[in-house]
Structures are given as C-alpha cells and as structure tokens.
T-cell receptor, first 113, second 114 residues
C-alpha cells in the first residue's frame, strides 16, 4: 500500500527556471510532510517541511505547497541551479503512524546549465 | 558529515549468508530508524528503536532483526540472504524541528548478495 506517491520518476529543467516536484498521499491522518534531497553516495538530507494545518512554507529558494482537499503537495525551487540536481523524496509522518516516516519513490531532478 | 555513522560502507556476500550492519546515531539522539532502498525504489521503512526499545515496525522480513544497545548504537542483522536483499540500507536518527520529526541519515551500507 503506497501511502505516498511520486508519479514522476524524473524531471529536467533549465537553470534559472522553476522546478516543480509533485507528491500525492492517501492517508489524511498525516501530521507533517517533508522533502528530502539525496545526492549519489550520500544519505538523504532534510530540505523543508510543512504542517498539515498550513498550506505553504517557504525557505529561501524552496517553497512547499499543501492542498489537503486534493491530498497533494508540491515543492517549488526558484530559481533552479545545477547544484539542485539530485533525487527528491517526499515523505509524510504522524497521525496513527506516530513517528514512522513514509517515503515516496523519489523524483530525479536534472537542472541543465 | 551528518553525525550518523554506518559501517560497513560496502559489503559483498553470498546467498544464504548472514551479515550485520551497524549504526551509531548522532550524539544525544535516542532514536534509530532503519530503511531499505532497493534499486530505483523509494526508502522502505524497516524498524525504529527509541532508547533501546522497539517503537515501530514496518515491512521488515522475519529473516531480518535489529536491536539498539545501551550505548544507543544499533545493529541490523540480515540472515539467509537472498539475491533480492541486495540494496542500500540506511540508518537515521531524528530530532523534532518545528513539530516535525526530521530524520538525519547516515551515508548508507550497500549490500550486494551474489
């Protein structure tokens, strides 16, 4: 049962443009949603989070939007930079799952110079 | 350096064998999480320990077991290994940040079963 889904395996964007990564979830009880970034040969690193009671959270070039009615969230990166090329994982936690964090399959972002 | 230490970085073994992966969480963190990432797949939650006790369990096979020791390091034991067990195994510890349970991952242990 995939509770967190990232339907786009990859995304290619030109440097300076906006990158939009999407994520859908099925469990309406999740309390928090998080994005992690992963470079090759490294573990995932935390990027940004959003509480289920908010619809937007911004941190520098990164903004996460949450649409609870659609059970959908997205990560916007503006402007995109070549160093942003990585795999991005959407994750969710809380609710009946407690501190267990469920991850999506990831989206590989390529930012072309 | 995330502060979460995993050993070994790479491990090659044969089917039917048994291996142990080791993790030390960041200093002061009481939780340890184990995740498996198979080829081109997401991170599958295996198990969580908090201060030595099992807190949550995911899709962990019966051939796999884990424990957290009094010094808070954790070991993941994988036995009767199969080809499909080849994967990256990540350990993480956590901290609460703005209410969210934020995981800090180690660099992973890459297991290859031949």
């Amino acid at each position: 049962d995939q509770q967190v889904k990232q339907n786009s395996p990859s995304l290619s964007v030109q440097e300076g443009r906006i990158s939009i990564l999407n994520c859908d979830y099925t469990n309406s009880m999740f309390d928090y949603f998080l994005w992690y970034k992963k470079y090759p040969a490294e573990g995932p690193t935390f990027l940004i989070s959003i509480s289920s009671i908010k619809d937007k959270n911004e941190d520098g070039r990164f903004t996460v939007f949450l649409n609870k009615s659609a059970k959908h969230l997205s990560l916007h990166i503006v402007p995109s930079q070549p160093g942003d090329s990585a795999v991005y994982f959407c994750a969710a936690s809380g609710g009946t799952g407690g501190f267990k964090t469920i991850f999506g399959a990831g989206t590989r972002l390529f930012v072309k110079a | 350096d995330s502060g979460v230490t995993q050993t070994p970085k790479h491990l090659i073994t044969a089917t039917g064998q048994r291996v142990t992966l080791r993790c030390s969480p960041r200093s002061g963190d009481l939780s340890v999480y184990w995740y498996q990432q198979s080829l081109d797949q997401g991170l599958q939650f295996l198990i969580q320990y908090y201060n030595g006790e099992e807190r949550a369990k995911g899709n962990i096979l019966e051939r796999f077991s884990a424990q957290q020791f009094p010094d808070l390091h954790s070991e993941l034991n994988l036995s009767s290994l199969e080809l499909g067990d080849s994967a990256l195994y990540f350990c993480a510890s956590s901290v609460i940040s703005a209410g969210a349970n934020v995981l800090t991952f180690g660099a992973g242990s890459r297991l290859t079963v031949l």
